[in-house]
């Protein structure tokens, strides 16, 4: 496992890398496999999002944005952390735009 930072800075450009790096780590063509992206709320407010790809044979990979530490986890099809990212720039996003 690796941390390393990545220049995000918007929600739609880390939906993208997240469906990238999940599908390249499983060496998924990211064009068949959709992300699902669900929103992790705290006392009714935002504290991060969490994503899903589901890939062939059951194959389930995720990744989780904490936004109270703006940090990237990513998990392979056993459950365990594969990716830790630091996210250079904070992502501004409300519970109504996720």
């Not at 060496?27 to 062939?56: D, H």
């Amino acid at each position: 496992m690796s941390d390393a930072t990545s220049d995000v800075q918007t929600m739609d450009a880390l939906r993208l890398y997240v469906h990238e790096r999940l599908c390249r780590h499983e060496n998924l063509v990211a064009e068949q496999f959709a992300l699902e992206v669900i929103p992790l709320t705290r006392k009714g407010e935002l504290c991060g999002m969490q994503f899903l790809l589901r890939g062939p044979r059951s194959v389930r990979l995720g990744a989780v944005w904490a936004s109270e530490h703006n940090q990237l986890y990513f998990y392979d099809a056993r459950g365990e952390r594969f990716h830790k990212e630091q996210l250079a720039g904070r992502i501004q996003v409300s519970l109504e735009a996720a």
